[in-house]
C-alpha cells in the first residue's frame, strides 16, 4: 500500500523534483517505509511505500528492462502470482516477485487493456516513452483513490488532495456545484471534489494523457443482470465458494493481519473465513451513548468469543470525538459527513498497534442488497396501480399536512417516482430546502440538482426493478464517494492497508445474476448471502438486523459537543455560505427536541470545519505539515 503522484508537463516544461517532494511529504502516512521519484523530460513519478508483499524489493517508481515504461502503483494485486507465471513462460525476466513489476510486464504485453486481467485494488500511473502517453488508472470499485488536476502548466495527479495543493499547480478553492451536491449527499460525489479544478477518476476509469490532452475511457462496468433460471442452491454454494476464494487472496501478505469486527454478519464472514487460517486478531469500536445505552461491543465480544479470535476494542466518548475532529477532516481531505467516519479512524488507530493489514466488510450490502431502505419499494408497491393524476392529488395532500403526523412521510414517498425519491443510502438537504439553507453568495439558479448525479446512473437501468436500480445507484454513488472514501482515508492516517474481500471481481459478477426475491425479501435484507454463510456464521449472528456503527451524534449534539457546535457556527470562516439565522434555528430546535436535526447539522458543521482547514488555514491544529510544505515549496521555487 502506497501513496503515489506525477507531474505531466505541457510545453515540454521540465518538472521539478522538488516539486514531487513536496507532494509525497504530504503522504508519509501512506507510505512510512520508504521514497522514490523519477523524472524524465516532462514526466515526474514520486511515490510513497508501506511495505506488504517483498519487503526487501517493490522499490518505486518501477521500469522495464530498457526504462521505456514507467509505473508508480498504490494497490494490491491479488493474481500476481499467476500472471507473473504466464509472462515468464512468455520470455519476461523479473528482478523481484512484486505485484508492480508484474503490471509493468502486462502492459509490455497487452497495453493499457493490461487493466482487464488485474484482480485486485489499484490506482496506477504509467509512462509510456514510446509513444509518450502518460495513463491514470482506477480499479473497479473504487477502493483506491485517485486525483487529478489539468492545469496550463501541467497535468497533476496523486493519492491525496493534499498533495496536489503542496505542488503548487493548483490552490484550494469552493467548486459551487460539488458543495451544493455534497449538501444532498453527504459527501461529493464522483467526478468532483470540493475543490475547484481537482477531479477524482471514477471507478473502472483510466485517463490517457497526450500531447497535452487528456481523454477519460471506461474500462468495465459493474452492472446487475438478475437471472431467474439459476436455482437458489446454486447461488448459495457458489457465494460461500467465491467468498472463501476471496478472502484467501485478499490475505497474502508478508506482514501480521487481522479483521473488523461489528456485530453484524458482512464482518463475520471476512473474520471467520480469516480464522480459518490463522488465530486472527479482530478489532471493534463502542460509543459511550448515555441517551440510548445502545453498545454494540458486547456483541462484537461475543461474536469474537465464538470465532475464537484474538479480540481487542475500544470505546470512545464525546470528548475524544471532538479533540480528533479537526485533524480527521484534515485527513478526509473533501469533506464526508457520515459520522462514522471517525468511528472507523479510531478503531484503526487500535488496530495498527497489532497488525498492517486489515480485512472488512463493505461492499456487501451494495451486492446483495443489505440496506433497510431496499425494503421501500416492497412497502410502496400499492402506490404502482394508481394513475397519475391521483398521485399529484396525493402528493398534494401528504404536503399540506403537519410535519411528524403518522402518514405523511408514506404518502409522499409513495406518490414520488424512484427517480426524485432516492438518490442513495443518504439523502440530507433536497434542493427545495437549500433555498432556505444558502445565502445569495451561492448561485443557485445556475446550478445543477442534485438528481443530475443519479440521473445518468438510472437511464441504464430501466429495464431493471426498483430494488435493483437502487442497488446500482448506490454502487456507483455511495459506494465509492462515501464508504471506501473513510474506509481508506482513515485506515492509512493510521498507515494500515484496508483489504475488502467482498469488492472482488469475481464475486460481483458471480452475484450480480441473483434474482431480487433471493436478495430482499419481505423479511430481511441480504437473504442469499445469509443463507449461504450457514456453516461460516453463527445463526443469532445472521439473523442480527444491521446496526452498522450506532454513533450517538443526535445526544451528544444537544449536550457534550454543543458548546464546540455553537461556537464553531459562531466563528467559522464559512459562515459567509450559509444563511445563518436559518443554521441557528437547526440548532436551537434539535437542542429542543423539538425535531432530529442531528445529520443535517453534521453536513454544515464538517463543510465549516474544512473550509476552515483547507480554504482559510485557520484551524493550526489540523493544518500543522501541510501549510508548512506549501511554504517551503513556495520558497524553493521563487
Known amino acids: 500500500m502506497c501513496g503515489i503522484c506525477g507531474v505531466v508537463g505541457k510545453h515540454a516544461n521540465p518538472v521539478e523534483e522538488t516539486v514531487l517532494r513536496a507532494m509525497t511529504d504530504m503522504m508519509i502516512h501512506r507510505g512510512p517505509d520508504d ?20 519487503l526487501a524489493h517493490g522499490h518505486q517508481p518501477m521500469c522495464n528492462e530498457d526504462g521505456s515504461v514507467w509505473i508508480v502503483f498504490n494497490g494490491e494485486i491479488y493474481n500476481y502470482d499467476v500472471l507473473y507465471q504466464e509472462l515468464v513462460e512468455r520470455g519476461h525476466e523479473f528482478r523481484s516477485h512484486c505485484d508492480t513489476e508484474v503490471i ?36 473497479y470499485f473504487g477502493i483506491k483513490p485517485l486525483y487529478y488536476a489539468d492545469t496550463p502548466d501541467g497535468f497533476v495527479f496523486a493519492s491525496e488532495i493534499k498533495s496536489l495543493l503542496a505542488s503548487g499547480y493548483v490552490d484550494p478553492k469552493v467548486d459551487m456545484q460539488a458543495f451544493v451536491n455534497y449538501l444532498s449527499f453527504q459527501y461529493v460525489p464522483d467526478p468532483r471534489t470540493m475543490f475547484a479544478g481537482i477531479s477524482k477518476l471514477p471507478p473502472a476509469h483510466y485517463l ?8 477519460l475511457h471506461e474500462y468495465w ?35 501480521p493481519r487481522g479483521a473488523f469486527l461489528s456485530s453484524g454478519v458482512d464482518s463475520t464472514v471476512i473474520a471467520s473465513l480469516l480464522n480459518r487460517q490463522e488465530r486472527v486478531k479482530t478489532f471493534s469500536i463502542g460509543f459511550d451513548n448515555p441517551e440510548t445505552h445502545h453498545d454494540e461491543l458486547p456483541y462484537a465480544a461475543q461474536t469474537a468469543k465464538t470465532l475464537g479470535t484474538e479480540h481487542y476494542s475500544i470505546k470512545i466518548t464525546a470528548a475524544d470525538y471532538r479533540d480528533e ?50 425494503h421501500e419499494p416492497m412497502s410502496l408497491r400499492g402506490f404502482k396501480s394508481l394513475p397519475g393524476w391521483q398521485k399529484k392529488a396525493l402528493h398534494r395532500v401528504a404536503a399540506a399536512l403537519p410535519y411528524g403526523l403518522k402518514g405523511r412521510s408514506f404518502l409522499e414517498r409513495g406518490t ?97 445474476r441473483i434474482p431480487t426475491r433471493f436478495r430482499v425479501n419481505d423479511q430481511t435484507t441480504k ?24 454513533i450517538p451524534l443526535r445526544g451528544w449534539l444537544r449536550n457534550e459537543l454543543f458548546e464546540y457546535v455553537q461556537d464553531l457556527i459562531a466563528t467559522s470562516s464559512a459562515r459567509s455560505y450559509f444563511n445563518m439565522p436559518y443554521v441557528e434555528h437547526l440548532l436551537a430546535q434539535h437542542k429542543a427536541h423539538a425535531r432530529d436535526y442531528s445529520r443535517e447539522l453534521w453536513v454544515v458543521i464538517i463543510f465549516m470545519l474544512w473550509y476552515d482547514v483547507f480554504v482559510e488555514g485557520t484551524l493550526a491544529s489540523a493544518r500543522g505539515r501541510f501549510f508548512e510544505t506549501r511554504t517551503r515549496r513556495a520558497a524553493a521555487t521563487s
Not at 129 to 136: D, E, H, P
Not at 208 to 215: K, W
Not at 538 to 547: N, V, Y
Open 221 to 255: 462496468r459493474a452492472e446487475f443482470e438478475p437471472d431467474d433460471s439459476v436455482s437458489f442452491e446454486t447461488f448459495t454454494e457458489g457465494i460461500a465458494a467465491h467468498l472463501t476464494a476471496s478472502v484467501n487472496r485478499h490475505s497474502r501478505a508478508d506482514v
Open 104 to 139: 509493468v510486464h502486462l502492459y509490455e504485453e497487452l497495453g493499457i487493456e493490461c487493466l482487464d486481467r488485474l484482480r485486485g485494488m489499484f490506482a496506477i500511473a504509467i509512462y509510456d516513452a514510446r509513444n509518450q502517453r502518460t495513463y491514470l488508472a482506477r480499479d
Open 208 to 215: 490517457e494523457i497526450r500531447d497535452g490532452q487528456a481523454t
Open 325 to 374: 475532529l479537526e485533524k480527521l477532516v484534515y485527513y478526509q481531505e473533501d469533506p464526508v459527513a457520515d459520522p462514522s467516519s471517525i468511528a472507523l479512524y479510531f478503531v484503526s488507530r487500535l488496530a495498527s498497534e497489532q497488525v498492517t493489514v486489515m480485512l472488512s466488510g463493505e461492499g456487501a450490502d451494495e451486492i446483495f442488497g443489505g440496506y433497510p431502505i431496499y
Open 527 to 550: 437473504y442469499v448471502l445469509r443463507e449461504a454463510v450457514k456453516e461460516i456464521v453463527p445463526e443469532e449472528i445472521r439473523s442480527r438486523p444491521k446496526l452498522g456503527f450506532p
Open 416 to 512: 414520488t417516482d424512484l427517480e426524485r425519491r432516492f438518490i442513495g443510502d443518504a439523502k440530507i438537504f433536497s434542493d427545495s430546502v437549500k433555498a432556505e439553507l444558502l445565502s445569495q453568495k451561492v448561485p443557485l439558479a445556475s446550478l445543477q440538482p442534485c438528481f443530475s448525479v443519479t440521473d445518468f446512473y438510472y437511464a441504464r437501468t430501466r429495464h431493471l426493478d426498483d430494488i435493483t436500480r437502487m442497488q446500482d445507484i448506490d454502487m456507483h454513488t455511495w459506494l465509492p464517494g462515501d464508504i471506501l472514501m473513510k474506509a481508506d482515508k482513515m485506515t492509512m492516517a493510521n498507515s494500515v492497508e484496508l483489504r475488502v474481500p467482498f469488492l472482488d471481481r469475481d464475486v460481483f459478477e458471480f452475484a450480480a
Open 35 to 54: 521514497e522514490g521519484f523519477h523524472v524524465q523530460d516532462h514526466i515526474g513519478f514520486g511515490f510513497r511505500r508501506l511495505s506488504i508483499v517483498d
